[in-house]
């Protein structure tokens, strides 16, 4: 996988490449934590910080999508509300006492927040921006 700040990744939108630059290097350490700290309360409380970050995140982009592109806000709304499902499920996981399995399902979130951004934030965004998601050259 190479850098967010690769161009191929560039929504055109720079709030939002800097939103998921930054959020990259942090969930990846948060999901670090978790698995190293499922049984801990740190594991728990890493889970509620990557949730609330995540929100901020998601409103960010909602609100950025939703006065250009309300049919793209909605796709954006509903894979985000996935993804805090799959978070809730974390947190019920590791309540339960099933470490492993929510160790499991952090490394599956981190790779499918990187699976969204790329196949639905990036193209949605250059798309508003008007630029063309096929080609890969910033002027
Ligand atoms: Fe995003
Ligand atoms: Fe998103």
Redesign the pocket.
């Known amino acids: 996988m190479g850098s967010w700040k690769s161009v191929e990744w560039s929504s055109f939108d720079p709030a939002?490449d800097d939103?998921?630059q930054k959020?990259h290097q942090m969930i990846s350490s948060l999901t670090a934590v978790v698995a190293r700290n499922a049984s801990l309360g740190l594991g728990m409380e890493a889970v509620d910080i990557m949730t609330e970050r995540m929100k901020l995140?998601?409103g960010l982009?909602e609100q950025a999508m939703g006065g250009a592109d309300p049919d793209s806000c909605s796709i954006l709304h509903e894979d985000h509300q996935r993804l805090l499902g799959l978070l809730r499920q974390i947190r019920q996981v590791m309540g339960n006492g099933h470490y492993e399995e929510a160790t499991a399902l952090a490394r599956l979130f981190s790779s499918e927040l990187a699976k969204?951004?790329q196949e639905i934030?990036v193209p949605l965004f250059r798309m508003v921006a008007g630029r063309d998601t096929t080609k890969q050259q910033v002027s």
């Open positions: 939002i939103e998921h959020l995140h998601f982009e969204h951004d934030d």
